[in-house]
T-cell receptor
Framework: LAKTTQPISMDSYEGQEVNITCSHN???????ITWYQQFPSQGPRFIIQ???TKVTNEVASLFIPADRKSSTLSLPRVSLSDTAVYYC????????????FGSGTRLSIRP | DTGVSQDPRHKITKRGQNVTFRCDPI?????LYWYRQTLGQGPEFLTY????????KSRLLSDRFSAERPKGSFSTLEIQRTEQGDSAMYLC?????????????FGPGTRLTVT
């Protein structure tokens, strides 16, 4: 499984757009890029997944360049409730096996 | 609530005691996973089931740990002869394979404290 690297922490303010970049240089052809969010004392929650170009849902957008060696999670107009840890993961397509979590990015949103 | 549930939510035990945790996945999900998370770290994979079959176990899962999923429904994780290093949050997740989407639904976790 490809290793991912992301910033340990980020700070932003309410109403701003937040972009968290993740690098995954050894991503394989069958790998998907997946992001999870975790609030304190809760289990992680799936946010978004993509293979290439751009994916958007009601929560976030995911940008993946053509070489797929990095990806950027974009959170539009963050609020205090977006304060959480965000994990970037590489997941084998159609695999039932484990997810490898790194340490994630601790995002703090200030008023 | 039709999400993943775990019981108990908190468990305090003395070193050397056995503990058992239960996970009830989302009913139609055929895959079930156990993870362990310590403070400041991401969850670490322990084991997973497809229906009742245990398909993968991490090397983190020592002989003191055992997991079962009888009849492919709920699962239990037992830790025998607990040690202080077992103190952690134990998370359960479930998923249903569908096409190219890969999404695990996590429960709230069981926080274990070994004194």
């Amino acid at each position: 499984l490809a290793k991912t690297t992301q910033p340990i922490s980020m700070d932003s303010y309410e109403g701003q757009e937040v972009n968290i970049t993740c690098s995954h240089n050894n991503i394989a052809t069958n790998d998907y890029i997946t992001w999870y969010q975790q609030f304190p004392s809760q289990g992680p929650r799936f946010i978004i997944q993509g293979y290439k170009t751009k994916v958007t849902n009601e929560v976030a957008s995911l940008f993946i360049p053509a070489d797929r060696k990095s990806s950027t999670l974009s959170l539009p107009r963050v609020s205090l409730s977006d304060t959480a840890v965000y994990y970037c993961l590489v997941v084998i397509y159609s695999s039932a096996s484990k997810i490898i979590f790194g340490s994630g990015t601790r995002l703090s949103i200030r008023p | 609530d039709t999400g993943v549930s775990q019981d108990p939510r908190h468990k305090i035990t003395k070193r050397g005691q056995n503990v058992t945790f239960r996970c009830d996945p989302i009913s139609e999900h055929n895959r079930l996973y156990w993870y362990r998370q310590t403070l400041g770290q991401g969850p670490e994979f322990l084991t997973y089931f497809q229906n009742e079959a245990q398909l993968e176990k991490s090397r983190l899962l020592s002989d003191r740990f055992s997991a079962e999923r009888p009849k492919g429904s709920f699962s239990t994780l037992e830790i025998q002869r607990t040690e202080q290093g077992d103190s952690a949050m134990y998370l359960c997740a479930s998923s249903l394979e569908r096409g190219s989407s890969y999404e695990q639904y996590f429960g709230p976790g069981t926080r274990l404290t070994v004194t």
